[in-house]
C-alpha cells in the first residue's frame, strides 16, 4: 500500500525513512511470529530491526511499526496463555524489544 499522512503509523513510518506516496507494508502477525523464533539466544532483536527486514522481504520502504508491535504483544501474551495450558509456542519474545538497547543484530 502507498503510505499516506493520515494513516495512524505515518509518523513511525516516516521516522524510519518512508515518505507519503512511498510503498510500505502492513505486517502479518505470521511474519513477526517467524522473525521473532528465529532470534537465537543469547541475543536480543528490536521492533524497529523486525520491520526493516520485513519491509526489505517486500521491497518496501518501510512497514507499519505501530501494527508490528501490536503483533510483538499479542505473540507475547499467546506465549504465556499458551504455557499456562501446557502448551509450548516456542516463540522467545523475551528476546524482542521495543526500542534499541546496545548491541542489536540487524
Known amino acids: ?10 509518523n513511525a513510518v516516516h521516522k524510519m525513512g518512508a ?3 512511498d510503498k510500505v507494508v502492513l505486517v502479518n502477525p505470521n511474519e513477526i511470529v517467524e522473525v521473532m523464533k528465529k532470534v537465537p ?3 536480543l532483536i528490536t521492533s524497529v530491526v523486525i520491520c526493516k ?16 508491535g501490536i503483533f510483538i504483544m499479542t505473540a507475547a501474551n499467546a506465549t504465556g496463555e499458551a ?5 509450548n509456542l516456542n516463540i522467545p519474545y523475551w528476546r524482542t524489544l521495543k526500542a534499541v538497547a546496545g ?3 540487524s
Not at 526489505?56 to 511499526?65: E, I, L, Q, Y
Not at 504455557?83 to 502448551?87: H, L, Q, R, S, W
Open 19 to 21: 515518505e507519503a506516496g
Open 41 to 43: 539466544k543469547g541475543k
Open 53 to 68: 527486514k520485513i519491509a526489505k522481504k517486500h521491497k518496501v520502504k518501510a512497514c507499519c511499526s505501530l501494527t508490528t
Open 1 to 10: 500500500m502507498k503510505l499516506e499522512e493520515r494513516f495512524p503509523c505515518y
Open 83 to 87: 504455557a499456562k495450558e501446557g502448551k
Open 103 to 105: 548491541s542489536i543484530p
